[in-house]
């Protein structure tokens, strides 16, 4: 009898403990998802490398390299979050471009020039609309080298005063770079000043003349009136007939 007590007892006590043990227990840690990789940094692009094979054009980049400013553009491009969006003269605005001259310009105002083909803001096409309404902007040649944007039916066209021009095509647009070929030099009124020579009139439309084979209006004028008039005289002839037939028949008879 006491072995079988002493056998409950243990019984008892080690349920005791199992469910002292399994209150006590800490619950598993839950499982957590694995961390995304970050999304890799854009690459940098390289302005030299772009210019060089697009356009063609080697006169901007001539001038950005021996000003230095092409160094102001890639650390714009490459160390900030807002991005640039330059603005590129084709090779042959540069050689349209005969006044001003450009070969007159200083140093400084050469570089002053280079850097207001450029804003210190990455702009897609579609921005140029609400961009439009924000009157001038500025320019990396300061406050008060700006620009005035228009878009009309989506061509975005440039006004500096000295030049009125557009975006001719898109050469790189991607956050945070954007390149654009506009048609002319981006001259600033601030190096030329306000004294702008009058633009040039337009040449007047081709008159396009009829051909030569074509009747002219005088002709059938004519050709129209002339079957008119016949019918007219024909018609005016055909009573004297049978006046004339009378007449004589009368003196036959008195004869």
């Given at each position: 009898?006491?072995k079988?007590?002493?056998?409950?007892?243990?019984?008892?006590v080690?349920?005791l403990?199992?469910?002292a043990?399994?209150?006590?227990a800490?619950?598993?840690?839950?499982?957590?998802?694995?961390?995304?990789?970050?999304a890799?940094?854009?690459?940098?692009?390289?302005?030299?490398?772009?210019?060089?094979?697009?356009?063609?054009?080697?006169?901007?980049?001539?001038?950005?390299?021996?000003?230095?400013?092409?160094?102001?553009?890639?650390?714009?491009?490459?160390?900030?979050?807002?991005?640039?969006?330059i603005?590129?003269?084709?090779?042959?605005?540069?050689k349209?471009?005969?006044n001003p001259?450009l070969?007159?310009l200083t140093?400084?105002?050469?570089k002053q020039l280079v850097?207001?083909h450029?804003?210190?803001?990455y702009?897609s096409?579609?921005?140029f609309k609400?961009?439009s309404?924000s009157?001038?902007?500025?320019?990396?040649?300061g406050?008060?080298?700006?620009?005035?944007?228009?878009?009309?039916?989506?061509?975005v066209?440039?006004?500096?005063?000295?030049?009125r021009?557009?975006?001719?095509?898109?050469?790189?647009?991607t956050?945070?770079?954007?390149?654009?070929q506009?048609?002319?030099?981006?001259?600033?009124?601030?190096i030329f000043?306000t004294d702008?020579?009058?633009?040039?009139?337009?040449?007047?439309?081709?008159?396009?003349?009829?051909?030569s084979?074509?009747?002219s209006?005088?002709?059938?004028g004519?050709?129209?009136?002339?079957?008119?008039?016949?019918?007219k005289?024909s018609?005016?002839?055909?009573?004297?007939?049978p006046?004339a037939?009378?007449?004589?028949g009368?003196?036959?008879?008195?004869l």
């Open positions: 009898m006491a079988m007590q002493l056998s409950i007892f243990i019984a008892v080690a349920l403990v199992c469910s043990s399994a209150k006590t800490s619950p598993p840690a839950p499982v957590l998802p694995p961390t995304p990789a970050p890799p940094a854009p690459e940098n692009v390289n302005l030299t490398a772009l210019l060089s094979v697009a356009g063609p054009f080697h006169t901007f980049l001539d001038y950005l390299l021996s000003t230095g400013v092409i160094e102001t553009f890639q650390n714009q491009a490459n160390n900030t979050e807002e991005g640039i969006t603005f590129v003269p084709k090779d042959d605005a540069f349209a471009q005969k001259s070969s007159n140093k400084d105002q050469l850097l207001f450029a804003l210190p803001h702009y096409l579609s921005e609400n961009l309404q009157g001038p902007v500025s320019t990396f040649a406050g008060q080298y700006s620009l005035k944007f228009t878009d009309v039916s989506g061509t066209r440039i006004d500096s005063l000295w030049t021009t557009k975006v001719s095509s898109s050469v790189f647009s956050d945070p770079v954007a390149v654009y506009v048609n002319r030099v981006l001259l600033p009124e601030a000043g702008v020579p009058p633009m040039p009139a337009p040449a007047p439309a081709p008159v396009v003349s009829a051909p084979d074509s009747p209006a005088d002709s059938d004519a050709n129209s009136t002339s079957p008119k008039s016949s019918h005289n018609g005016q002839k055909l009573p004297l007939a006046i037939m009378v007449l004589s009368l003196v036959a008879l008195f």
